[in-house]
């Protein structure tokens, strides 16, 4: 039953279990905004002083959305095209918004599937989406053994990732290191430019072979150190920095 409240505990604390559709998650969160989700008896629940406002949810609900009867023929019937569906493969995350208004994708259990007659065409923009995805994150074969031009490339590339100060490729290897493999407590565009100033100062007293004045933080050459597999600078001579 789409309606159905049980009866049950969280931490030895009586609870109303309440089944929904992903649909109406918003309507229960909006009429009862205490109701939380329960990772354990995967359902909403509400504390017990809550049953009533959740009686009360459940006849609304049965105007807005329809009956148990009504929702479980459209449950079937979603069950049906899922059936007679195809998985999506790759990354969709990025793409999901375009997968949805051009290919009526829908997401269920923890993918993408299109109608059959959809697939083909959908699956080869996907491809086409990730490689040009692909291009724009930063891989672990491209920081491995990486020289200083490379790493600037690379801190460009990054920079390049950053949208309204969000980053927008959070699995990429540079991403992950970066932020495991220093200290640093800026803001992660900030950062990236202060590393950015840093090689570019590094770099200009290499390529000049001459003294420079410039020292970079503790935490960047421990960064460099670890990731990029350069020598620590023990002084200010650029020409002992390793690329």
Same mark, same amino acid.
């Given at each position: 039953?789409?309606?159905?409240?049980?009866?049950?505990?969280?931490?030895?604390?009586?609870?109303?279990?309440?089944?929904?559709?992903?649909?109406?998650?918003?309507?229960?969160?909006?009429?009862?905004?205490?109701?939380?989700?329960?990772?354990?008896?995967?359902?909403?629940?509400?504390?017990?002083?809550?049953?009533?406002?959740?009686?009360?949810?459940? @006849? =609304? +609900?049965?105007? *807005?959305?329809?009956?148990?009867?009504?929702?479980? #023929?459209?449950? !079937?019937?979603?069950?049906?095209? &899922?059936?007679?569906?195809?998985?999506?493969?790759?990354?969709?995350?990025?793409?999901?918004?375009?997968?949805?208004?051009?290919?009526?994708?829908?997401?269920?259990?923890?993918?993408?599937?299109?109608?059959?007659?959809?697939?083909?065409?959908?699956?080869?923009?996907?491809?086409?989406?990730?490689?040009?995805?692909?291009?724009?994150?930063?891989?672990?074969?491209?920081? @491995? =053994? +990486?020289?200083? *031009?490379?790493?600037?490339?690379?801190?460009?590339? #990054?920079?390049? !990732?950053?949208?309204?100060?969000? &980053?927008?490729?959070?699995?990429?290897?540079?991403?992950?290191?970066?932020?495991?493999?220093?200290?640093?407590?800026?803001?992660?565009?900030?950062?990236?430019?202060?590393?950015?100033?840093?090689?570019?100062?590094?770099?200009?007293?290499?390529?000049?072979?001459?003294?420079?004045?410039?020292?970079?933080?503790?935490?960047?050459?421990?960064?460099?150190?670890?990731?990029?597999?350069?020598?620590?600078?023990?002084?200010?001579?650029?020409?002992?920095?390793?690329?």
């Amino acid at each position: 039953m789409i309606y159905d409240i049980k009866e049950s505990t969280i931490k030895s604390k009586k609870i109303f279990l309440v089944e929904t559709q992903y649909r109406m998650n918003e309507s229960l969160k909006s009429f009862i905004p205490s109701a939380k989700w329960s990772p354990e008896h995967k359902s909403w629940y509400v504390g017990s002083r809550s049953k009533k406002k959740l009686e009360q949810w459940v @006849e =609304n +609900a049965q105007k *807005e959305f329809g009956t148990a009867g009504d929702i479980e #023929a459209e449950i !079937n019937k979603f069950k049906e095209r &899922y059936y007679e569906s195809k998985t999506l493969q790759g990354h969709t995350y990025d793409f999901k918004e375009l997968l949805k208004e051009k290919y009526n994708a829908f997401f269920y259990k923890e993918a993408w599937h299109v109608d059959p007659d959809q697939y083909e065409a959908a699956q080869k923009e996907l491809d086409k989406l990730n490689k040009g995805r692909d291009k724009k994150r930063v891989m672990k074969y491209d920081i @491995e =053994n +990486a020289s200083l *031009e490379d790493v600037e490339n690379i801190v460009d590339k #990054a920079l390049n !990732n950053i949208s309204e100060c969000e &980053y927008k490729y959070e699995d990429d290897d540079f991403f992950e290191e970066f932020r495991s493999g220093t200290t640093i407590d800026e803001d992660i565009k900030e950062a990236l430019e202060k590393l950015k100033e840093d090689l570019s100062a590094i770099n200009f007293g290499y390529a000049e072979d001459q003294m420079f004045s410039y020292t970079i933080s503790s935490d960047i050459q421990n960064y460099l150190l670890k990731f990029f597999g350069l020598q620590r600078i023990y002084s200010n001579r650029a020409d002992e920095i390793s690329v």
